[in-house]
């Protein structure tokens, strides 16, 4: 009789031959090499004010914060921060969650549910389409980007509610969703837009306060938000930003609000301080796009709209190998494979941080320029960045 998990050597293997094992590289302290693969896109999870936020809230609150947030999670501490943030992305109100992804799963199962519709982008985030999947309402997978094809799922429907979810900012791509289109849409057929702005939170819009900001859509009463900590605001942890309304019925039907443990104070107290960090220094959102730019000039890619700045080399292989050797020549890149991206698409995904020093940047783009010309050779993309995410491409 063969072991009942055998089957996990087969798979291992056929992901090694396809190169598309993945393994942990943990970090050690000390001398980094340049990071252009994390998402600490405004450099503030080493800003000696935002640890400070954390080692305050640590000394007053303890580790952890010893139950969910209807119990003894809730902290003063959580409560300042839901309002500064709300006031921040001009929202009435928020809700912070242990992470973005149990914030997308309980904003998306608690407002949608049987006789329900919810309408998802096809490039959606991995957290979007498992909050789909557990909403128990009717999905349909559009394709990206496309308010046309909104609208037709939107009118053909039989249910009363309509829930349209998005990502403002493409994880793996970088480009900006059409929101005033994707808004107008929802409004003409009577359905909520939610959007996650994980990636646009502290980059685009006056100020970093994202995309819908941007767009004069931050606080209307058809849209609501996600948002991550752990990327502009070098924290951890996750947030709706919603009507008042909403995040009521969120506290009352969201089960990965109501049955997980509370965000730990210290990064509460951190995701604090990198908030008012960004409120006084709103330079720099400008100052991770001017990095960005200078990246992708490096690159041969086109201007970046966002943080992020995808190098399509197409074999997978090909990428990790540039990856490599970046990493041999001291700069840390992303490197996104299938599943993450489609097939024939694996990439170097850099992400710009405005913290970045002139020589870092200079030293980073020579790097790159010399290993992409090395690789690029062998590199053969298939299909161009952006026109063929999968349903559910990771961070």
């Not at 985030?125 to 557990?134: F, G, K, M, N, Q």
């Not at 909104?150 to 429907?157: C, D, I, M």
């Not at 309509?162 to 409004?187: K, M, N, Q, Y």
């Amino acid at each position: 009789m063969t072991h009942p998990l055998s089957w996990l050597d087969d798979r291992a293997a056929a992901r090694r031959d396809a190169g598309l094992r993945r393994e942990l590289r943990p970090r050690a302290p000390g001398a980094d090499p340049i990071d252009l693969a994390g998402n600490d896109y405004l450099g503030l999870s080493r800003d000696p004010r935002v640890v400070a936020g954390g080692v305050d809230a640590l000394r007053v609150w303890g580790a952890g914060s010893t139950g969910s947030r209807l119990v003894t999670g809730s902290t003063t501490l959580h409560a300042d921060l839901e309002r500064e943030l709300a006031a921040f992305c001009g929202f009435g109100d928020a809700l912070v969650f242990s992470s973005g992804y149990t914030a997308n799963l309980g904003a998306v199962t608690a407002l949608s549910g049987p006789g329900a519709l919810v309408v998802s982008d096809a490039a959606a985030h991995a957290s979007l389409v498992d909050a789909c999947r557990l909403s128990r309402a009717r999905v349909q997978v559009v394709p990206h980007n496309d308010p046309a094809a909104v609208g037709e799922a939107l009118a053909a429907r039989s249910e009363e509610r309509a829930l349209v979810v998005t990502d403002s900012v493409g994880s793996a791509d970088g480009d900006l969703a059409p929101l005033a289109e994707l808004h107008r849409v929802c409004r003409a057929h009577g359905a909520v837009l939610l959007v996650d702005e994980a990636h646009g939170l502290g980059v685009r819009g006056p100020g970093g306060r994202g995309l819908l900001a941007e767009h004069g859509l931050a606080g209307a009463d058809d849209v609501l938000a996600t948002v991550t900590l752990s990327k502009a605001l070098g924290s951890q942890g996750g947030a709706v930003l919603a009507p008042p309304g909403v995040t009521a019925h969120l506290v009352d039907a969201a089960r990965s609000f109501i049955f997980d443990t509370g965000l730990n104070p210290a990064a509460a107290g951190s995701a604090l301080a990198a908030l008012r960090v960004l409120a006084d220094e709103p330079w720099r959102a400008g100052e991770v796009l001017r990095v960005a730019g200078a990246l992708a000039a490096a690159t041969g890619v086109p201007a970046p709209s966002s943080a992020v700045v995808p190098v399509v080399l197409g074999d997978a292989g090909v990428a990790v190998a540039a990856a490599a050797r970046c990493l041999q020549a001291g700069l840390r890149v992303g490197c996104f494979r299938p599943p993450s991206v489609p097939e024939g698409t694996s990439r170097l995904r850099l992400t710009a941080r405005a913290d970045l020093r002139v020589d870092e940047l200079e030293r980073a783009c020579e790097t790159l320029g010399r290993v992409l010309s090395e690789v690029r050779g062998d590199a053969v993309p298939q299909v161009p960045a952006g026109q063929a995410q999968p349903h559910g491409a990771a961070r």
